[in-house]
T-cell receptor, first 116, second 115 residues
Framework: KQEVTQIPAALSVPEGENLVLNCSFTDSAIYNLQWFRQDPGKGLTSLLLIQSSQREQTSGRLNASLDKSSGRSTLYIAASQPGDSATYLCAVRPVISSGSARQLTFGSGTQLTVLP | GAGVSQTPSNKVTEKGKYVELRCDPISGHTALYWYRQSLGQGPEFLIYFQGTGAADDSGLPNDRFFAVRPEGSVSTLKIQRTERGDSAVYLC?????????????FGPGTRLTVL
């Protein structure tokens, strides 16, 4: 059974700092990995999706990397801003071998606070 | 619509009551997923629809939970004889299986509180 772990559970940084969030997964047979942002009381907003054949994806100040063989992904946030404060979740999707097994397995998230 | 919508946004009910939660996926998305998120945890998979049929319901915790998608668009998650442990945020997501990455797009969720 796939297990996804995110460390740290919470992180507080001053504005302007660069930071890295970590995600690890136990089964390397993944189809893709997604990073999401969740604001309090809200749904999930997809930030980046990395296919299993890719090493990284970039969007603005965000860069996500994937090392499938070691079961790790990182989300790098450059020049953090107070508006980046949210919970960041990573999720993996298994290799699609049939009509099923398309669901995502999530980590518990990292709660990020960027202090002004 | 522009995104996945869910109604109601909040639902408070008493233990033992029946509830229905509704999900409107992105137009044209054939795949629909239900997840449940408890406080401080990531979402956990409940059920996945491909069209009208439930392709995978292995995440439903017990037979009090049931979901339908009769016309391949809107889905309803039904919970019978609710228990306090059912309190959580219920999230719906949809994706287009025509796209290679099958990215899932999430709705805002329904916060269910069972008193």
């Amino acid at each position: 059974k796939q297990e996804v772990t995110q460390i740290p559970a919470a992180l507080s940084v001053p504005e302007g700092e660069n930071l890295v969030l970590n995600c690890s997964f136990t089964d390397s047979a993944i189809y893709n990995l997604q990073w999401f942002r969740q604001d309090p009381g809200k749904g999930l907003t997809s930030l980046l999706l990395i296919q299993s054949s890719q090493r990284e994806q970039t969007s603005g100040r965000l860069n996500a990397s994937l090392d499938k063989s070691s079961g790790r992904s990182t989300l790098y946030i450059a020049a953090s801003q107070p508006g980046d404060s949210a919970t960041y979740l990573c999720a993996v999707r298994p290799v699609i071998s049939s009509g099923s097994a398309r669901q995502l397995t999530f980590g518990s998230g990292t709660q990020l606070t960027v202090l002004p | 619509g522009a995104g996945v919508s869910q109604t109601p946004s909040n639902k408070v009910t008493e233990k033992g009551k029946y509830v229905e939660l509704r999900c409107d996926p992105i137009s044209g998305h054939t795949a629909l997923y239900w997840y449940r998120q408890s406080l401080g945890q990531g979402p956990e998979f409940l059920i996945y629809f491909q069209g009208t049929g439930a392709a995978d319901d292995s995440g439903l915790p017990n037979d009090r939970f049931f979901a339908v998608r009769p016309e391949g668009s809107v889905s309803t998650l039904k919970i019978q004889r609710t228990e306090r442990g059912d309190s959580a945020v219920y999230l719906c997501a949809s994706s287009s299986t025509r796209l290679a990455d099958n990215e899932q797009f999430f709705g805002p969720g329904t916060r269910l509180t069972v008193l």
